[in-house]
Structures are given as structure tokens and as C-alpha cells.
């Protein structure tokens, strides 16, 4: 299933990778319009896919991208429920939406080894970020605080950025989460960003706010998912302090964390919805992945105890047929 993130020799990348023999799905990811826009450059071969997705990964509204366009893939796929309800209701293709997720089962980090006491990466809440920022600065504290860039100093293969991240993540006790609907860009729409599950992947505590929306509660609906900062900001270093200091209460979290976002967040089980909503079998190969997916929760239920999701449980997934577009 290629990506196209578009640029010249898009057409020619993906085009190396069809299997004549096979069903070829085409996804587009937007992280903006130009790149919405740039599934245009594959129209020569655009018939050649049995079935094509255009995957919402920022706040892209549907207005932005004309409506021809966007009647032309199969299947919408939107990380937050808000905007996936508005795409919904300004097009006539379904939408599916999929909370974030990850490659939780090849990330898996439970090592108790964490050098690092907190780490912040990419959006925060600047009020919270520039108190804790103040304070920890202070080596006096004793206490290490990571501000990760996710734009390094020259050029750096996307892959190298990755495993960077989540070794750096896999050192760190605290992560600091907060909803986005504060940021201009959200609109005022909560949603799970991609650090949770990057977070309880790497065995982190994580810290902040959770979001909102009812579609996200299964997505972080076990114990301490979230620690939620005190109201009162005179309250949250010391808040801080008894986390960091509570060694079993970190341990206790590291393990059912990564336990749960390997119920819940793979991205083996992700692409499972999305091929049942394309009405596709899913291949030998990722039969497989489930199946070792599935083999390594089992023996962590039976480690902690802690017995399966309940029969009927659901992930933060569902497909939502379109409507008629507003006008």
C-alpha cells in the first residue's frame, strides 16, 4: 500500500510497485492540500488501483480540496472525530475514522532504565511547558527535562528521525500529552495526537490532558491512560515531584501501557479496519503480523494478569457513510 507525499518521480515510485496479479490500493496522505492536491500527478495510472484512500493526518478542511477531487477516492480516513463529522457531512464519500496509532509491537520499550525525567515533544500547552520549563531548568532540582526537536540540524532519513524518537521516548519516565483544541489550528476540536500512543508504546507515564471526544474514550479508557495536571498551577511541580518520586506507581504504568496500545493502537490492527472498509482480504503477510500481534498480548495478559478485552470491545474506529454534501 504505497504512500504518495507527492514530488516528481511520485508517478514512477508508485507505479514500480503495482502488482498486476494483486488488489493495489492507493492511500494519499494529506498533511496539507498541496499534497492532497498532488494525487493528481498518478492520473495516467489512476484506474490501475482497485480501490483508493485519501488519509487525514492534519487539519485539512474538505472545503480546501475541490469536491471532483475528493469524489474520486473510495474511502476518507480522519484521525479526529470532530473533522472526520465535518467531512462527513461536506461529501458524499464515506469517512472512516481511526484514532492515531502506531508500530506499537516492534517499539515496544519496558525497560525500568529511564535517565530522563521528563520529555516534551513537539505541541504543549504553553502555560504548563513554560512553568515546568522554569522550574526544571534549575539544576539544583536534581531533575532532567528533555525539550525533544523534532526538526533536526540538516538532513536526517526520516527513519533515522523515528527510531530516534522512541529510543528517546524508551529513556524517559514522564511524556507529556495535551489535547489540541486550544491550538488555532484545531478549531476548537479535540483529538488523540500521535504523541499518546508513541508514549505508552515507549513505556512512558504519560501526563497532561486528555481529549474529549466521546468517539475517543476506548481509545484511552484504562486506568491512568492519562494523569491529568492539577487546576491550580501552584500545584503542579509538586504534583510533578510525587509522580517522578513513586517508583512503583511509574512500573505499574510502563507495564499496562504498553500492554494496552498493543490492544488498541497498533497499526496492524489500524490496517485491518481499513481494509474491511475497503471490503478487502487482508494478505498473507499481514495475517501474519495479527497473528504475532496477537501472540505477544496473550503472554502479556498472562504476565500482569489482567485478562482479554471483553468479547463485542471495539477500537476507536467506525465508518461513517457519507451524506449529500452541503452546499
Same mark, same amino acid.
Given at each position: 500500500m504505497p504512500s504518495v507525499w507527492g514530488g516528481r518521480d511520485a508517478r514512477r515510485v508508485v507505479e514500480e510497485s503495482l502488482d498486476p496479479?494483486?488488489?493495489?490500493?492507493?492511500?494519499?496522505?494529506?498533511?496539507s492540500t498541496a499534497m492532497v492536491r498532488g494525487g493528481s500527478l498518478l492520473e495516467p495510472i489512476w484506474d490501475r488501483f482497485s480501490?483508493?484512500?485519501l488519509t487525514i493526518v492534519d487539519t485539512?478542511?474538505?472545503?480546501?480540496? @475541490?469536491?471532483?477531487?475528493?469524489r474520486r477516492f473510495d474511502l476518507v480516513r480522519c484521525f479526529c472525530p470532530a473533522l472526520a463529522r465535518r467531512w462527513r457531512r461536506r461529501t458524499d464519500v464515506p469517512v472512516l475514522f481511526q484514532s492515531t496509532g502506531i508500530d506499537?509491537?516492534?517499539?515496544?520499550?519496558?525497560?525500568?532504565?529511564?535517565?530522563?525525567?521528563?520529555?516534551?515533544?513537539?505541541?504543549?500547552?504553553?502555560?504548563?511547558?513554560?512553568?515546568?520549563r522554569r522550574h526544571y531548568l534549575n539544576p539544583e532540582t536534581g531533575r532532567l527535562l528533555l525539550d525533544f526537536g523534532t526538526r533536526p540540524q540538516g538532513p536526517r532519513p526520516p527513519e533515522d528521525?523515528?527510531?530516534?524518537?522512541?529510543?528517546?521516548?524508551?529513556?524517559?519516565?514522564?511524556?507529556?500529552?495535551?489535547?489540541?483544541?486550544?491550538?488555532?489550528?484545531?478549531?476548537?476540536?479535540?483529538?488523540?495526537?500521535?504523541?499518546?500512543?508513541?508514549?505508552?508504546?515507549?513505556?512512558?507515564?504519560?501526563?497532561?490532558?486528555? @481529549?474529549?471526544?466521546?468517539?475517543?474514550?476506548?481509545?484511552?479508557?484504562?486506568?491512568?491512560?492519562?494523569?491529568?495536571?492539577?487546576?491550580?498551577?501552584?500545584?503542579?511541580?509538586?504534583?510533578l515531584e510525587s509522580v517522578l518520586d513513586d517508583e512503583e506507581g511509574l512500573s505499574r504504568r510502563r507495564h499496562r501501557n504498553t500492554l494496552e496500545v498493543l490492544r488498541r493502537h497498533d497499526g496492524r490492527l489500524r490496517l485491518?479496519?481499513?481494509?474491511?472498509?475497503?471490503?478487502?482480504?487482508?494478505?498473507?503477510?499481514?495475517?501474519?503480523?495479527?497473528?504475532r500481534l496477537e501472540a505477544t498480548i496473550?503472554?502479556?495478559?498472562?504476565?500482569?494478569?489482567?485478562?482479554?478485552?471483553?468479547?463485542g470491545w471495539d477500537d476507536a474506529s467506525s465508518v461513517v457513510p457519507g451524506d449529500s454534501p452541503e452546499a
Open positions: 496479479g494483486r488488489d493495489n490500493v492507493l492511500e494519499v496522505h494529506g498533511i480501490r483508493r484512500v485539512i478542511e474538505p472545503e480546501h480540496i @475541490p469536491s471532483s477531487h475528493i506499537a509491537l516492534d517499539f515496544l520499550h519496558r525497560s525500568d532504565r529511564r535517565p530522563i525525567d521528563m520529555i516534551v515533544v513537539g505541541r504543549r500547552d504553553p502555560e504548563f511547558h513554560e512553568a515546568v528521525e523515528w527510531r530516534l524518537l522512541m529510543a528517546t521516548y524508551a529513556r524517559s519516565k514522564i511524556a507529556f500529552c495535551f489535547e489540541p483544541s486550544a491550538n488555532r489550528r484545531f478549531k476548537g476540536r479535540s483529538s488523540m495526537t500521535h504523541r499518546w500512543p508513541q508514549a505508552w508504546a515507549a513505556g512512558c507515564t504519560v501526563v497532561g490532558r486528555r @481529549p474529549t471526544e466521546p468517539e475517543l474514550v476506548p481509545s484511552l479508557d484504562w486506568p491512568e491512560s492519562t494523569l491529568e495536571i492539577p487546576d491550580d498551577s501552584d500545584d503542579w511541580i509538586p504534583f485491518r479496519k481499513l481494509l474491511d472498509a475497503l471490503d478487502l482480504e487482508p494478505p498473507e503477510r499481514l495475517r501474519a503480523e495479527l497473528q496473550a503472554e502479556l495478559e498472562r504476565v500482569q494478569g489482567l485478562p482479554p478485552l471483553a468479547a
